[in-house]
Nanobody, 115 residues
């Protein structure tokens, strides 16, 4: 049983930055993979970035070089640093965890980038 709570979303102008946080109710060291997904209006949910316990990261091509995912095991928190934001990044961002083949999802946090 893992509960994930996102925070840090909001309104930002194009070119700005935001840092999303995902706090887990359990040790994230016990969660194989954690990541961020997003769903924009009229689009399907897509993977933004993910990080395994080994530190391996995967990024969507659209965010490479701009976003950075990291995890702090001591704080049971995963972060998504978003820089050089574009209007196309506007979406609801969801924290995700995968443990023992079970998917866990946060409630989502809105990120709106004004053009």
């Amino acid at each position: 049983q893992v509960q994930l709570v996102e925070s840090g979303g909001g309104l930002v102008q194009a070119g700005g930055s935001l840092r999303l946080s995902c706090a887990a109710s359990r040790r994230i060291s016990s969660i194989n993979v954690m990541g961020w997904y997003r769903q924009a209006p009229g689009k399907q949910r897509e993977l933004v970035a993910r990080i395994s316990n080994s530190g391996t990261t995967v990024y969507a091509d659209s965010v490479k070089g701009r976003f950075t995912i990291s995890r702090d095991n001591a704080k049971n928190t995963v972060y998504l640093q978003m820089n050089s934001l574009k209007s196309e990044d506007t979406a609801v961002y969801y924290c995700h965890g995968l443990s023992a083949a079970i998917n866990y999802w946060g409630q989502g946090t809105q990120v709106t980038v004004s053009s």
